[in-house]
């Protein structure tokens, strides 16, 4: 397995409006009235699978974030993930 790791190498502005697309608690009307632009860095782990053998096989990918000062009291900007993909390959 061939995986790179990308990332921002500083902060940069993050700008949500009622037509972003992504997973989270708010909801498109939360931003109708105004965008809002957070400070943001980006990290993403980026693999390649080579070398696969026919077959079904599942690929599990975890995170764990640890931040501090965020919304959520005494928790800062915890954010935990575990995703497992479900792979079914053919000769």
């Not at 980026?46 to 000062?69: D, M």
Request: aromatic letters at 14%; glycine letters at 8%.
């Amino acid at each position: 397995m061939y995986y790179k790791v990308i990332k921002s190498p500083s902060f940069y502005n993050l700008t949500i409006t009622d037509t972003s697309r992504f997973a989270s608690d708010y909801k498109p009307e939360d931003f109708q009235s105004s965008q809002a632009i957070y400070k943001a860095v980006g990290h993403c782990f980026c693999g390649l699978v080579t070398n696969i053998t026919a077959g079904t096989h599942e690929l599990r990918y975890k995170t764990i974030i640890e931040g501090t000062g965020g919304i959520a009291e005494g928790k800062g900007w915890d954010q935990e993930t575990d995703v497992t993909y479900k792979l079914n390959v053919s000769k």
